[in-house]
């Protein structure tokens, strides 16, 4: 069961990063805003409070 949580986690924080990586930032990440599908697969939602990093509007 650790070694499940684990991944899920490991799964959230790719997640995250990719976001991050295309100038996004969710700014409300809280367990209540992550679903799991089937097969533990993270799904963010609640995307109100999104934000573009500065970055995204220089290319």
Same mark, same amino acid.
């Given at each position: ?7 899920? =986690?490991?799964? #959230?924080?790719?997640? !995250?990063?990719?976001?991050? $990586? ?6 409300? =990440?809280?367990? #209540?805003?992550?679903? !799991?599908?089937?097969?533990? $697969? ?18």
């Amino acid at each position: 069961m650790q070694k499940n949580n684990l991944e899920c =986690i490991r799964k #959230i924080s790719d997640a !995250l990063a990719a976001i991050h $990586q295309n100038s996004i930032v969710h700014r409300d =990440i809280h367990p #209540i805003n992550i679903i !799991l599908q089937t097969g533990r $697969q993270p799904i963010f939602i609640d995307f109100p409070l999104l934000t573009f990093s500065k970055r995204m509007f220089e290319k």
